[in-house]
Every structure is written in C-alpha cells, then in structure tokens.
C-alpha cells in the first residue's frame, strides 16, 4: 500500500517525535528535583505534614523582629495573617531590613520555626543600587 520510502519516513517521525518528548520529560523530571517553590507563613500552617525537605518561605520582615546575637539572626517572617520564626546564621544581605520582603531557605522544625541556610532580600520594581543612582544624580 504505502512505498518504502513513506514507512521509512514516518518511521522516522515517530522516532524523533518519541526522543523530543523522552527529552522534554527528563528535563521537566530533573528540575522538579532542583526546583524550591517558596510559600507564605499561612501556607506553611496549612501544610498537612512537615517533612525533611529543603523550602522557601516568603513573605515581609516583622517590624521590631529582629535579634542579631553574635552570630545568629532571629526575625519573625510574616503575611499579615500568620508569622513563622526564622533562625539564620551568617551575614544578612544589604537589603534585609525590617518591613521589607524577604525569602528565608531552609528546614522547618514545626509550623512555627525555620532554621535558614540562605536568606534573600526582596526589592520591589523601583529599585536602583546605590552607585546608579548616585551617577544619575551626578550628571
């Protein structure tokens, strides 16, 4: 019925179409490994069971929250509706102060303490670092 040419063909098609969709699910399998979505205290409440997995929490710095001892950082990480405590060791980054956002990573001991590895400070849209703005100013 069909040439040889034409089964050959679609023998072909077939098989490339099959390696593209092997390849995009492996891709789309890796990074569901390496992915770290992050959530807010009041989904961190909501959470049916707390594992050992590595998770972001997001949300604003709690004003008058933070305690830095001499090496530890402690800040309460909030939604407005629910808070999370947050224990850090290391150097802050230069944005993170109180009532500005802030994305803590770590482990969660309960629904109420996190103990971060990394900690990220959010700026909002309008920001400009200090060097940019000063040579806008300047000219």
Same mark, same amino acid.
């Given at each position: 019925?069909? =040439?040889?040419? *034409? $089964? ?9 179409? *099959?390696?593209?969709?092997? @390849? %995009?699910?492996?891709?789309?399998? +890796? ?8 959530? +807010? ?6 959470? +049916?069971?707390?594992?050992? $997995?590595? %998770?972001? %929490? =997001?949300?604003?710095?709690? @004003?008058?929250?933070? %305690?830095?001892?001499?090496? $530890? *950082? ?11 405590? *947050?224990?850090? +060791? ?21 629904? !109420?303490?996190?103990?971060?590895? $990394? ?6 849209? !309008? ?10 100013? =300047?000219?």
């Amino acid at each position: 019925m069909y =040439g040889k040419k *034409v $089964k050959l063909r679609a023998l072909f098609i077939f098989l490339l179409l *099959v390696s593209v969709i092997l @390849s %995009i699910f492996l891709v789309l399998k +890796s990074l569901e490994e390496n992915v770290v979505y992050f959530l +807010s205290p009041t989904e961190i409440k909501n959470l +049916s069971e707390i594992n050992n $997995k590595k %998770i972001r %929490i =997001g949300g604003m710095v709690k @004003s008058q929250s933070i %305690i830095i001892n001499s090496d $530890k *950082v402690f800040f309460v990480v909030t939604d407005f509706k629910n808070e999370i405590n *947050v224990s850090y +060791s290391g150097a802050v980054p230069n944005l993170f102060e109180e009532g500005k956002g802030v994305v803590a990573e770590g482990f969660l001991k309960d629904r !109420n303490f996190l103990v971060a590895e $990394k900690i990220l400070a959010k700026h909002d849209e !309008n920001y400009m670092p200090p060097e940019v703005k000063e040579a806008l100013e =300047g000219k």
